[in-house]
Each structure stands twice: as C-alpha cells, then as structure tokens.
C-alpha cells in the first residue's frame, strides 16, 4: 500500500502537463533515479498531490466531516489538488524556489452527519510559499513556508436538518512545513511533505437573523504524496532533457500510470413548461458544466495478480442538478455535484487471471490494465470498488461519455438500475470465464442504504448479474452480443402501495408515504446489447432493457423499458481518420404503476413534475469528436429529447453541448 499511496501523490500532475507538453508520449515512469552528480534542480513545474488532512474549524463550530475511506474522517478526509512553481539551484547545491498549490477535500461523511443548527466546512485552501532546500543529487530535502488561504463554509439548517441558507467568507492566514523530492525519471520527480495551515480567525456575523456570531479557526494538518513535471530547460528553453550521461531506463512492464480530464458544458435555451415541479427542467433554459480529471495507477503483484487505484476529482453539475429526464443527456453529470472540485478515490480493485492454457492474447497497455499477455481461455476474479459498466454492458460504439455518446438511455442499458453510489460506483466482487467465442460473467455488489444514497449498505441488501457474451463475425466482419439478467434487493417502496394508502387521506404527501413504506424489495430485468462493425471504419449498436416496474428506482435513472441504437462512423473518407461521428436514439417508458405515481404528484431519482400527461421519452444524439492530436479531442454534441421526463405537455428541449477531453 505504501507504493500505491506514493502514486497517489501523481494525481492531476501528469493531467496539468496535458496542456503544457504537446503529444508527450503515454508511457509508464520508470523508478530508477539518475545519477547523484549530474542532477540540476533549476527550472519551472508543475504537478499534482493527494494526501490525508487532519485539523479543528474551531471549537464551536459543528464542522462537518470529509470522507476519508481507508482513516478516520476529518475537516478535510482525503485531499488532492494541484501545484506549481519555480526552483534555482545555486552552485553550492543550495536549491531556493517558489510553489503556488490549490487543495481540495473530500465529498461529507454523510454517515456521521448529525442535526445541528449550523455546520461549517472547508471549499478548498491554498498557499504561495518560499521553498529552501539542499540538493544531495537527485534527492532534495526542503523547508517551506509562507501565504495560506482558503473558503470557509457556513451552512445554516432548518430542524428537519436541510439547508435553509448558505455562507462563505475567504480567509487569509500563514503556513509551514518540509518535505523530501526526488527525481524518478526525465522532467519527473515525486515527493512527500508535511504541511501545517492556519488561517485565521473570522466571524460570521449573523445579526440579521437574529442569531450568534460563529466563528471559525481552520487549522489544518496535511500529508501529502506529489509528482512534478519539469516543463523545460532554462538553458536552452526546450524541453526538459536528462543531462548527457543520464538516459532513461526502460519502462517496467509491472506498473503504469495514465490519465484522463474532461470538461464538457451543456445548454439548452427555453422551453414549452406550462407547470413544474421539483424535478423539473427549468422553463427558462440554462446552461451547466461538469469537469472530471482522473489518474489510473496499475501495478503487478506477482504473475496474474494485478493492484489498480483510480483517484479522481470531479466538480459541476448536470443540468438542473442532474434532473428533468430519464434519459440524462450528461453520462459524466453526477448526482452528488459540487461547486468545488471533490475528491474521491473512485477505484480500487485487485484482480488475480489464471490462465487455462492455450492460445494467447496481447494486452495493450491503458488505464486499469497492465501491458501483456494473457491466455485466452482464463477465468478472472476482481473484488474491491468499480463501476459496474466496468464490466458488464459493454459496447465497443456507445459506452464511454468522455469520448462518445453522452445521453445515459445510450451509452448504457437505461432499464437496468445497477447498483451504485451517487458518483455511480459500488463494491463487489466479479468473476469472469473467457473463452475465444463467447464468454460468460457474474457479479455481486453492494446496493445503496434508499434511493439516491451516496452511503452503500453493508447489510440487507445487494445486486447481481449474470452475462453472456457471444462472439461472432458477420459477412466478415466482427461482432459481439451480450444478454445480461439482474436484480436488486434493496430499501425501497412500490408504487401501488404508496398509491393506495394516499388514496386513503388526501391530506398526505404521497413522496412521505413512499418514505414511510419502504423495506426490502426485489427488482429484477434483463438487457440484451449488440455491437456489429459493418466496414473497418462503420459499426452499429442496439439495446434492449426491461425491468420489472414495481417498486421504486434504486440507483440509476428512471427508465423501465428502454430501446436505444445508433451508428458510429470514422473519418477515413474525408481525410480524418480519427475523428467520429455518432448518431444514436433511444426510446424509453414506464410502467403503468411508475406513471401513476408520477402522475399523482410523486418524484422519482431524476423525474417528477407534479403531474403527468405521460409519452415515451424519445431521444435523438448526434456528435463529431475532432481529434486534436495523438491525447485530446474537443467535440460538439446535439440531442434533441421529446417528451421530457415523459411528459408530453413539457418539451421538447434541444440540448448543445461541447465536449473536450485529454488523455495519456
């Protein structure tokens, strides 16, 4: 765990040089240090840094915990956030510079969220500190020291414990601390620091309602785990180069390191909206942004066993906070939005092949896989946290929105409610028999503690599935059918029971019966998925998805019978062979007891406009991914979605969206 958490300290590092080293070759970073005497330390960088904070908001200010995962939460939990700065190493080895950082905190512990008239976190903090330190060659130990600031939060509850108002202030303080850095490999160099941050005292004033000044202390302490880029040489200006003598060993088939960062912003202008409610797309139009950047951090234990982490900061919000239509036309929109950048660590799974002899296959290098070979026929075991479209619903056309379709009833099955966590991620464990024609998968997750919890239930629930997967080739070309079935078992209430007890007292809330009824209830479906090339550069995709329509919605989205498909063509015939275009549709419904709740005032996790004129959701997505270079693209994305929220009476919307990503 020890090299996996110094790992960690890359995060965001390698995605910040993205912008600033065109076409930098993805490769992994090898761990063999150069030579004592030949290493310079002078230069400009950049990089980024994870870690774990611990501290006090003052002593009376109810603060909220931060998760924290594998240690105890805090005010802060797991951290990651960027820096860069500027070293001149001196001729007598002393190294003077100067580093500018942001962190970012974790996502609250809703676990250990208690009622409270007030809470009070931290946004983020940052620093601009002198550095000093003494060059014993390609090892550099440091003291640091200077400017702190950060945002402080203040949340003010109603008794019923949601948020009646919120405030911020900015607050400015000092810092200090050490570290240790290391050159690794060519520009890149890792290091460990500890840092203390004090920023100050403040009060928010709270006079106009009526109520005591709180104030608020942050002090912090923090750990964290870096990697820098050196962007160029002062020399010469070019590109960091390894002094002459030192050259870079081979990269180590036992580990990698790659990333990814995009950012897309999605609008649509107004819309026909004769009436709304609380899940409802705003009438008036509006325009939202989501930003994801993520490291993915492999290494191999021993032969078929493989360790994989991927940290990840995301920040924004889907449309109206991710609400309004079934089929969301933002697959990297969350339902836990944030302001401000959080901190998870999305993934963390071993995986352990045993190989049943045989033919073998090359494994490419990438993100969550090591490069290569494995046998063919294998069974594979993965335990630990994933997606669940990870590993079952797979389509080589539509599955990923960070460089393909974006419209959730598209790139995944929209009936099947897999289980997951608001960010869409679950713990479990899958076990996979692969042979050359077909292959068949099973999976046990971790379900949601109620509808829409970010908190994942270790009792009284779960999910499975089991899924076939057949391979075949068509006129010559290749092709791939997978029939999935599944079911949950989680807390949850049905529709007809809600609605006969409301029917009971008109004087009920039927979203409060809905609560008060809810226990243990078995949803079940299937999903069949096809991918067919037709050419080398054309290749069509269907869907198919049913679940049973009782009880409510667990994790996804609310669909319970969706139809989707599409083409994806690639630039060959007009010079740009690696561009895309996708056009894709998806026709999605309820059951009649979804839509008589819905009609009947209720709300689902997306959906819910207070009443309901009910049609099918029909969608229609069209996109041009623009390769860029060999790591980034920037794509502009149209849907067009009819019958919103299936309500015939609002809609249609027209949605643009423009899509840029980067990877290594």
């Not at 649509?268 to 705003?282: D, K, Q, T, V, W």
């Not at 509006?286 to 993915?296: K, N, P, S, V, Y």
């Not at 068949?440 to 970010?454: C, K, M, Y």
């Not at 809905?514 to 054309?538: C, H, P, W």
């Amino acid at each position: 765990m020890k090299r996996i958490h110094l790992a960690v300290g890359g995060l965001h590092a390698l995605i910040a040089t993205n912008a600033l080293a065109a076409d930098l070759p993805a490769r992994t970073l090898p761990l063999k240090a150069p030579a004592a005497t030949l290493y310079n330390w002078t230069g400009f960088y950049v990089g980024g840094h994870a870690g774990y904070g611990t501290g006090s908001l003052g002593p009376d200010t109810q603060a909220i915990p931060a998760q924290a995962v594998f240690v105890e939460p805090t005010v802060t939990g797991l951290i990651s956030g960027f820096q860069a700065g500027y070293n001149l190493q001196l001729r007598n080895n002393w190294v003077l510079g100067a580093e500018a950082d942001l962190t970012f905190a974790s996502p609250i512990d809703q676990l250990r969220l208690a009622p409270a008239p007030y809470n009070t976190t931290l946004d983020f903090t940052g620093t601009a500190r002198a550095r000093i330190g003494y060059a014993f060659g390609p090892i550099m130990p440091y003291v640091t020291g200077g400017l702190a600031f950060g945002q402080s939060r203040l949340r003010l509850n109603t008794d019923d414990g949601n948020v009646m108002s919120s405030h911020h202030l900015m607050q400015v303080g000092w810092t200090a601390g050490a570290g240790i850095e290391m050159a690794v490999a060519g520009p890149w160099s890792a290091r460990v620091a500890y840092d203390y941050i004090d920023l100050g005292r403040k009060a928010y004033q709270l006079d106009a309602l009526a109520l005591p000044d709180v104030h608020v202390d942050p002090r912090v302490h923090r750990i964290t785990f870096g990697l820098n880029y050196r962007l160029w040489d002062p020399a010469t200006g070019a590109p960091f180069a390894m002094p002459a003598g030192l050259t870079d060993t081979a990269p180590s088939p036992n580990w990698n390191v790659h990333g990814q960062t995009t950012f897309i912003a999605q609008g649509y202008p107004s819309i026909r909206s004769p009436y709304e409610g609380a899940n409802s797309l705003p009438r008036g139009g509006q325009t939202r942004e989501t930003w994801t950047a993520d490291i993915f951090l492999g290494w191999r234990l021993w032969d078929g066993g493989e360790l994989y982490f991927n940290p990840e900061l995301a920040q924004g919000f889907g449309l109206d906070g991710t609400l309004g239509v079934g089929g969301f036309p933002n697959g990297e929109a969350q339902k836990g939005g944030a302001t401000f950048p959080k901190f998870r660590p999305q993934r963390y799974i071993f995986r352990q092949t045993f190989g049943l002899g045989g033919e073998q296959e090359e494994v490419a290098d990438g993100p969550m896989q090591l490069a290569g070979k494995r046998d063919i026929d294998r069974v594979t075991l993965t335990i630990g946290r994933f997606a669940v479209g990870d590993y079952f619903d797979g389509n080589a056309y539509a599955k990923d929105p960070r460089t393909d379709f974006m419209n959730w009833a598209i790139w995944s099955s929209g009936a099947y409610d897999f289980p997951a966590d608001l960010p869409g991620f679950t713990r479990g464990a899958v076990v996979e028999l692969n042979r050359k024609d077909w292959a068949v998968r099973g999976g046990f997750f971790q379900v949601p503690e109620a509808p829409n919890s970010d908190v994942l239930a270790y009792k009284g629930g779960a999910g499975g599935v089991v899924e076939l997967e057949e391979c075949h080739t068509l006129l010559g070309a290749p092709g791939k059918l997978r029939f999935g079935l599944f079911a949950n078992r989680g807390v949850t209430g049905k529709y007809r029971d809600a609605l006969g007890i409301a029917a009971t007292d008109p004087t009920l809330d039927i979203n409060g019966v809905m609560t008060s009824i809810r226990k243990n209830q078995l949803k079940y479906g299937f999903y069949a998925n096809l991918e067919q090339a037709i050419t080398d550069d054309v290749g069509v995709f269907a869907r198919l998805s049913w679940n049973d329509g009782r009880s409510e919605i667990l994790s996804f989205t609310d669909i319970d019978q969706s139809l989707s498909g599409g083409v994806s063509i690639k630039g060959r015939a007009w010079g740009r062979p690696d561009d895309t275009i996708g056009i894709g549709g998806a026709l999605n419904g309820l059951s009649s007891a979804h839509r008589d709740f819905l009609a009947a005032g209720g709300t689902g996790l997306l959906i819910g406009d207070g009443r309901l004129n009910y049609s099918a959701e029909k969608i229609l997505e069209a996109y041009y991914a623009y390769r860029v270079n060999t790591w980034s693209s920037v794509t502009l994305d149209y849907q067009f979605v009819a019958s919103p929220a299936y309500n015939a009476d609002r809609g249609p919307v027209s949605i643009m969206a423009v899509r840029a990503h980067a990877e290594f």
